[in-house]
């Protein structure tokens, strides 16, 4: 929920369009939310009497040393593909600007330029997937990496 309500709380902001920040703070939120997803433990490993004791500050710190230093956990069943299909939805980033500007737009470009030699097909091939990942670009991912 986070993630989308400082993207466009960023994209807000003047001049904001052409600006990386938007993209920066939505990946660092959506990076920093799967890191805490793979350090997690299950609920109740830190509920021994012990932990329970600890002042609210004592606990923070180590839950911030657990999410730097902190070994993923092997999660299963739903949380697994949850946690596979977020993972999966990081390509999507590709598509946002200014990454789909700088470098998505032009990759596509020069591979659909080498495709434009090609016999008989190479010209419409080429302006096909290049039109095509425009169209995609700006009804899809105009102000949304998913």
């Excluded at 609210?56 to 993923?72: N, T």
């Excluded at 949850?82 to 999507?92: S, Y």
């Excluded at 598509?95 to 032009?106: C, G, K, S």
């Amino acid at each position: 929920v986070l993630r989308p309500v400082l993207y466009v709380a960023q994209l807000r902001r003047p001049g904001a369009a052409a600006s990386w920040r938007p993209f920066m703070v939505s990946l660092a939120v959506e990076l920093l939310s799967l890191r805490c997803s793979a350090v997690a433990r299950a609920p109740g490993a830190d509920a021994s009497a012990k932990a329970a004791a600890l002042p609210p500050a004592e606990l923070l710190a180590r839950a911030m040393q657990r999410l730097v230093h902190g070994k993923a956990v092997r999660h299963a069943g739903p949380c697994a593909e949850e946690l596979r299909r977020r993972r999966g939805l990081l390509a999507l980033y590709l598509m946002r600007r200014p990454l789909f500007d700088r470098l998505t737009l032009r990759a596509v470009k020069r591979v659909a330029g080498g495709l434009g030699g090609l016999p008989a097909v190479g010209a419409s091939v080429e302006s096909m997937l290049v039109e095509t990942l425009m169209y995609y670009h700006r009804n899809y991912f105009y102000n949304s990496g998913s």
